[in-house]
DNA sequence: TCTTAGACTTACCATTTGGTAAGTTATCTG
DNA sequence: CAGATAACTTACCAAATGGTAAGTCTAAGA
């Protein structure tokens, strides 16, 4: 039961600070939630920053992981684009707190968020290269990469992230509705990038 | 003195909700801005919850008269949307704290949330209905209008308040950028919806 | 001038919060 | 078996938090 401990207090965190936020997830509710004491939490992380620290590491393991063969994928043109999508749906329907807590350390920044920055920065900085080998080589349309890829960025994150908004228009955020959004999402973009 | 107190506090409680969060945002923080007691506060606002739902309405208001106009205009086809965009845009460098107020209400839902839900929901139900003539109507591609919107809202959204992104895409939030971000942002968006 | 009401402040208070200190228990090692 | 170490728990604690109660000051009305 001990080295577990420490795994299963990371997942909880995350989930935590993934849909609730930090500052409105207590050590107290966490330790409850968990069925030891906060001092647990405070054995095997010194603070709940160092907490929050370790969890944006497990965040970026877990975005590595659920993207990282989209990303790496030597596909060409849209067919790439689609496979993040994908890939980047998949996520939240599994666990949406990683992405919720991508989110929450892209608002919010802090000094705890090094890691997840700079894993996104370098993933941002792949999908920039590409998506401009793919303007010059005239598979898509010409815009201005960086600006681009924050509209699809916040596109996907949003649709994938925003239950609420889905409740607002008269949807459900169930699975059927999310795979809906999908591949909504996925002609969208389409739509937006493939010169005619 | 007197009847403006209520006024600036709704004022500095929109910034800090709208931008620091609500739980992150304690009342003695609120009243130390303001150069009074948190008593103050809870003289004008029985409670940090009720002085929420006010700071939601004023919100509300705020996002009515910024998006308003450009919401009920008569203009047709992508025009329409160029000019809520604009607006989006607008508002985002205004008063970024309205737009971060609709984010973490239409996150967080909540019982105070009533308001702006009802407001958003106004709004997207003309919206739908927009997209859905122009559709009718040949001047827009054939897209499922409630994702479509749902996409739109999070790319303008997105883009309009996420400075931490673009900071990891290597452009700083400043005003000149703001401005190449709408320009490229609506690029976007017509490409997205005019069928050519 | 006396009173009343509005707009606060000063003085508290119970609870929650992140964190420390000092045990306790089990396991592993010499 | 002795003792050290890891993995906790029990017992506290100071600061912060949302909120209550009572007092103060000022301006307006009778």
């Known amino acids: ?43 095997h992380f010194s603070s709940k920053e160092h907490l929050l620290t370790a ?17 790496k994928s030597q596909a060409r043109g849209f067919q790439r684009i689609e496979d993040l999508v994908r890939a980047t749906f998949s996520l939240a329907a599994r666990r949406p707190e990683v992405l919720g807590l991508v989110r929450l350390v892209s608002r919010q920044g802090g000094s705890a968020s090094g890691a997840l920055a700079s894993a996104m920065s370098a993933m941002l900085g792949d999908a920039v290269r590409f998506v401009e080998r793919e303007m010059v080589a005239g598979r898509f349309r010409r815009l201005e990469p960086r ?9 996907v994150i949003g649709v994938a992230t925003e239950p609420e908004v889905m409740r607002a228009l008269g949807l459900e955020p169930d699975l059927r509705s999310l795979v809906k959004a999908r591949r909504e999402t996925i002609e969208f973009l389409r739509a937006a990038l493939i010169a005619d």
């Open 1 to 43: 039961m001990a080295a577990q401990t420490r795994e299963r207090i990371l997942d909880t965190s995350l989930a935590a600070f993934g849909l609730r936020g930090y500052d409105s997830t207590s050590l107290d509710e966490l330790a409850a939630e968990l069925g030891i004491t906060k001092q647990a939490i405070l054995y």
């Open 55 to 71: 969890t944006i590491e497990l965040a970026v393991k877990e975005l590595g992981s659920a993207l990282g063969g989209a990303s």
């Open 147 to 155: 600006m681009l890829l924050l509209a699809v960025y916040s596109a």
